[in-house]
């Protein structure tokens, strides 16, 4: 049979010799890690499957490891079999290497086909059809994900595997599945007896236990106003915290403090205007070194990459245990992590201008795509400017050789349209880039977005990811990076990685502590502002806790929300417990509402599942004067959540919201009336007059009371008034809600304060114009601005003081705002307030928070999304309820 054919049956009836049996090395002076073994392509290999990897390529099978988390997948038990047909492939494993297992369900000889390949994806062969007969069922309906590993060596016929069964843990879904399995005889009942032990004592370890109990209201009363008091006073009510003590989930794992400092220093570039700072010409030489990577030495104890070369001057990866007698590729650059404010982008205008001839594709949000022409500008001599192209909007489809620029500068958004039409404008270009920039490279930490996966396939002689926050929601973030990085050797793969990390950091296994350890000590680049070699000299900064008292009223409004959450949580866990399919996302709501009443009762009001219900009977909207409202409203929370545009894949600009309840930047949907007048969503019938713009700032539905303070704006009020005391203090009010922005500017307004505002209904000339109000302006010392918007890209040193006034479930995202304030050029000490409702589930997200920080520190597990959610799981639900 022709090498590549599938095999009618599963039946192996040739006889040829199996490839010789492979020793591991020996680790010389460290002791092998305990780990499964995979690995992944070569830049050789990728080439010739066409990508790294193409969407193609995996719709041909369908991957059996979900896309659930880690967290919420347990071992059930374990099931020995054999690999049949190996004859027919070149497929090799070692025992002990793990192996991909692949379900085929367009297999023509068999839909219940499940194929096994080698981590460098080449074909072993196939589980038998007495076993995929009832295994198919299993995977095709989602109850389990199945991992394999060898065991045994490869023979003439067939080779010995283990499958490994992994499924949800909630107890009622575990025991239905389990008397499947052992129906079938994939698990006995002795070792699911085990495995459930373990499972409920690591439950019992993580905290996932806790039981849910109702609350009832308190008494109401009316508080009176309280008065204004001085800046001291609310200090010794405040406790001063330090948030990030312990909590840089990337520090444990990153190079020491005083081996950075002996790093060597690169020369100053000649074409800089700017001199840079001795630990940014450090920066420099080791992105010049990183972008030439050599292999380690022949029995050496050097690491490169996670490859290891023995005395035999075979390669063996740390990650896989994968052996090979062929060099691997390595990928040129890596991630630069330097704290916010360190000069990520003068590193990088450096290293362009002395890095060699070619091309740079800078890729970076939209709102700081043009920070980096200005900078660019700013600090290259005029003899030396590099020719910049920015490549966004309609203008770009004049553009098709980019690649006659030094430098292009275009924004995820774009990237992944490209991706989605076909267009290969930057995908395309007829030879590499030299290189490919990702600025505020976290933004693909999810890997199955388009723009993650666009990102993976540009070709680039070297790739870089810059992020002041290489973790936000967990370790997992980092898996998205080194897939973009091009890493060979596996641990790009999402199941190897699941496998070789999280699991094992879910099961306090230091091994893979040390793997990570081991790989970012030499791809990623970590300096923080309080360093000492850093010198940055920047002012002090405190941070407070500033807990919040409810009014009387306030907190009977708080316990009788708080008894419905517990409510709707407690009906969907009792639906979960008898197979029925309960809404996560009512129990997502509850949470939503809860939070907000702790900043104003009224954004609790007509919030988003009763909006959308009264439209909900609608197709396309009759735009009444009632309607108006309501869709202006919709329009608002669509703002809030930060979707992106579905015709350019961005954050809206000029953001218009369409009769048929669909949301676009207003040059996006223009174009596609002007084409095709008609909705590209759902296909109705659409005219300009049918698109709404937001409400004008500061106007409130009727039903929103603005007219009483809640406790958090009275406080708030408080510390402005305070604040304004000492002699030009500047403060910048953070909120995730623009509809609680609004509140704020009412009370502002009422104070006979000035202000300026940001939020994501703003384009980007509103948005330089309130910068510079607080750069200039003397008069306008208070800044709202949203959290999402202002968490990147912006300079805001103009102010001094810092006001959080709701907490965001990733750390990350609040570090990030407050870093625009605190950064070098702060000439100001700096205070940070956080505002938290006493007794809420305020005080609860900072434990969630603490949890996130604490990542990899403390070898905790992924604390990612259930379901729906980006950044909530079960057990936070349960925590944050309890």
Not at 462 to 473: A, D, E, F, Q, Y
Not at 845 to 866: H, I, N, P, S
Request: aromatic share 6%.
């Amino acid at each position: 049979m022709p090498r590549g054919k599938r095999a009618v049956d599963f039946i192996d009836l040739t006889g040829a010799s199996p490839e010789p049996v492979r020793k591991r090395p020996a680790l010389s002076s460290q002791a092998p890690l305990s780990r499964p073994s995979f690995s992944a392509p070569s830049s050789s290999q990728r080439s010739q499957t066409s990508s790294y990897p193409t969407s193609t390529q995996e719709s041909d099978y369908l991957d059996l490891t979900q896309d659930d988390d880690a967290l919420d997948k347990e071992l059930y038990g374990t099931f020995d079999a054999k690999i049949v047909g190996v004859r027919y492939y070149n497929g090799y494993a070692s025992p002990g290497e793990v192996v991909l297992c692949h379900r085929e369900p367009s297999n023509q000889y068999d839909s219940n086909a499940i194929r096994i390949d080698n981590v460098l994806h080449q074909q072993i062969g196939h589980l038998p059809r007495t076993v995929v007969s009832k295994l198919a069922r299993h995977i095709d309906s989602g109850d389990i994900t199945v991992e394999g590993q060898i065991i045994g060596e490869k023979g003439v016929y067939d080779c010995p595997i283990r499958l490994s069964f992994y499924g949800p843990s909630d107890p009622a879904q575990r025991t239905r599945i389990e008397n499947a399995l052992k129906a079938d005889k994939f698990v006995k009942a002795t070792q699911l007896k085990q495995t459930r032990k373990d499972a409920e004592a690591r439950r019992v370890a993580l905290g996932l236990t806790q039981r849910v109990s109702t609350a009832g209201g308190l008494a109401s009363s009316q508080v009176p106003p309280v008065p204004e008091i001085s800046l001291e006073e609310i200090l010794e009510s405040s406790d001063a915290v330090e948030f990030r003590n312990g909590g840089d989930a990337i520090k444990t794992l990153a190079l020491s403090e005083d081996d950075l400092a002996k790093m060597p220093q690169a020369a100053q570039p000649s074409q800089l205007k700017s001199t840079l700072l001795p630990y940014q010409l450090q920066g420099l030489a080791w992105m010049q070194s990183k972008e030439n990577p050599q292999l380690p030495p022949v029995g050496s104890d050097t690491v490169t990459q996670l490859w290891r070369r023995d005395k035999k001057g075979r390669y063996w990866n740390l990650a896989s245990d994968f052996i090979t007698a062929k060099a691997p590729s390595l990928f040129s650059g890596g991630i630069l992590a330097d704290d916010m404010g360190l000069g990520k982008t003068l590193q990088i205008i450096s290293l362009i201008l002395t890095g060699g001839p070619g091309s740079t594709l800078i890729i970076a949000p939209v709102s700081v795509m043009s920070n980096w022409e200005q900078q660019i500008r700013r600090h290259v001599k005029e003899e030396h400017q590099p020719s910049i192209l920015v490549y966004h909007g309609a203008k770009r489809g004049s553009y098709h050789n980019l690649l006659e620029y030094n430098v292009v500068i275009t924004s995820y958004g774009t990237l992944a349209k490209e991706l989605v039409d076909g267009n290969k404008t930057l995908l395309g270009q007829k030879k590499p880039w030299r290189r490919v920039v990702l600025d505020e490279g976290h933004t693909i930490r999810n890997v199955k977005t388009k723009a993650a996966l666009a990102a993976c396939e540009l070709a680039a002689e070297s790739r870089w990811v810059l992020t002041g926050t290489p973790i936000i929601n967990s370790v997992k973030d980092l898996q998205s990076l080194v897939r973009f990085l091009h890493i060979t050797g596996g641990i790009e793969q999402p199941e190897i990685f699941s496998n070789a990390i999280s699991r094992k950091l879910m099961s306090g296994d230091r091994s893979a502590e040390a793997l990570l350890q081991s790989l970012m000590q030499d791809i990623c680049l970590r300096r923080k502002k309080d360093m000492k070699f850093v010198d940055l000299r920047l002012p002090k900064k405190t941070e407070y806790l500033h807990r919040i008292t409810f009014h009387p009223e306030e907190k009977t409004k708080y316990d009788a929300l708080l008894s419905e959450a517990r409510g709707v949580l407690e009906d969907y866990q009792a639906k979960s417990k008898t197979g029925q399919k309960g809404r996560f996302q009512n129990v997502l709501e509850r949470l939503l509402r809860l939070r907000q009443s702790c900043n104003h009762w009224t954004l609790c009001r007509e919030r988003i599942n009763d909006l959308m219900q009264m439209l909900k009977e609608y197709d396309v909207v009759p735009l009444t004067e009632k309607n108006r409202a309501l869709l202006q409203e919709a329009l608002r929370l669509f703002i809030d959540s930060q979707d992106d545009c579905a015709i350019c894949y961005d954050t809206p600009t000029n953001p218009v919201i369409t009769n048929c309840q669909h949301v676009f930047c207003r040059h996006c949907i223009t174009r596609a009336i002007q084409l095709q007048a008609k909705c590209p969503m759902c296909r109705n019938p659409l005219k300009e007059d049918d698109l709404l713009e937001p409400a004008p700032e500061g106007t409130f539905d009727k039903h929103f009371d603005t007219e009483q303070q809640s406790s958090k704006t009275e406080a708030m009020l408080q510390i402005i008034r305070a604040t304004l005391k000492n002699q030009g203090s500047k403060i910048v009010i953070f909120s995730q809600w623009t509809s609680f922005l609004d509140i704020v500017q009412k009370q502002l307004q009422g104070a006979g304060l000035n202000y300026c505002r940001i939020d994501g209904s703003m384009n980007a000339e509103k948005r330089d114009k309130a910068i510079d109000a607080l750069d200039n302006d003397s008069e306008t010392r208070i800044m709202l601005a949203s959290l999402a918007v202002c968490s990147v890209g912006l300079n805001l040193v103009s102010a001094d003081t810092v006001i959080l006034s709701d907490s965001w479930w990733a750390p990350a995202i609040e570090d990030q705002a407050v870093d625009r304030v605190h950064r070098l050029g702060q000439t100001r000490e700096t205070k940070i307030w956080r505002l938290i409702m006493e007794g809420t589930i305020e005080e609860r997200v900072l434990d969630v928070q603490q949890e996130k920080r604490d990542l990899v520190t403390k070898a905790f597990q992924e604390k990612g999304k259930a379901k729906k959610s980006k950044d909530t799981r079960m057990a936070d639900v349960m925590k944050l309820l309890s």
